[in-house]
T-cell receptor, first 114, second 114 residues
Framework: DQQVKQNSPSLSVQEGRISILNCDYTNSMFDYFLWYKKYPAEGPTFLIS?????DKNEDGRFTVFLNKSAKHLSLHIVPSQPGDSAVYFCAASAVNSGYSTLTFGKGTMLLVSP | NAGVTQTPKFRVLKTGQSMTLLCAQDMNHEYMYWYRQDPGMGLRLIHY???????AKGEVPDGYNVSRLKKQNFLLGLESAAPSQTSVYFC?????????????FGDGTRLSIL
């Protein structure tokens, strides 16, 4: 059973607009969440993270929101740029349970058109 | 991705052949991971290591073996390759200092088994 779900396989946005990528999780033990970005033929690169003690974390154009009660997080990119076109993976970890591993969603492909 | 080097980048095998994928890191990270990425499946953890001489099974360990004889290297072995193991394999590392440290990925090994 998938513990981290990204229900939108793809998203298309115009340059300058907001991109919103969503992620849901089922395991209540998860307490740390990360977003990774992946370009073709490259490995994933870390983008932004959030701990379960927060509901928002911001880094430049990227903001992650966490709604623990709904087991939902979202990544906002404002303004979107063509260079943001990539696959975005949501990942979760149960840090306080001592686990060292991440559980990934299936990814959302973002296409930002000029 | 500086710091995590995967060898080889591409390989074609015949069913039943064996091979070893090498992951080398120069960041002195304690934790190392092997993932596979299949279309529509996201990243799935095969095996991981929390330190030199230690290994543990991930989500999809069957058909693979690993070794971590040196801190900087993590080897993934396929003893008898099967077409179902056709995939892109990613290695990742993480510092031990804080459980909130993100994982750093290599650029992947694309493996085709005929």
């Amino acid at each position: 059973d998938q513990q981290v779900k990204q229900n939108s396989p793809s998203l298309s946005v115009q340059e300058g607009r907001i991109s919103i990528l969503n992620c849901d999780y089922t395991n209540s033990m998860f307490d740390y969440f990360l977003w990774y970005k992946k370009y073709p033929a490259e490995g994933p690169t870390f983008l932004i993270s959030i701990s379960s003690i927060k509901d928002k974390n911001e880094d430049g154009r990227f903001t992650v929101f966490l709604n623990k009660s709904a087991k939902h997080l979202s990544l906002h990119i404002v303004p979107s740029q063509p260079g943001d076109s990539a696959v975005y993976f949501c990942a979760a970890s149960a840090v306080n349970s001592g686990y060292s591993t991440l559980t990934f969603g299936k990814g959302t492909m973002l296409l930002v058109s000029p | 991705n500086a710091g995590v080097t995967q060898t080889p980048k591409f390989r074609v095998l015949k069913t039943g052949q064996s091979m070893t994928l090498l992951c080398a890191q120069d960041m002195n990270h304690e934790y190392m991971y092997w993932y596979r990425q299949d279309p529509g499946m996201g990243l799935r953890l095969i095996h991981y290591s929390v330190g030199e001489g230690t290994t543990a099974k991930g989500e999809v360990p069957d058909g693979y073996n690993v070794s971590r004889l040196k801190k900087q290297n993590f080897l993934l072995g396929l003893e008898s390759a099967a077409p179902s193991q056709t995939s892109v394999y990613f290695c990742a590392t993480r510092e031990y200092k804080s459980p909130n440290q993100p994982q750093h990925f290599g650029d992947g090994t694309r493996l085709s088994i005929l």
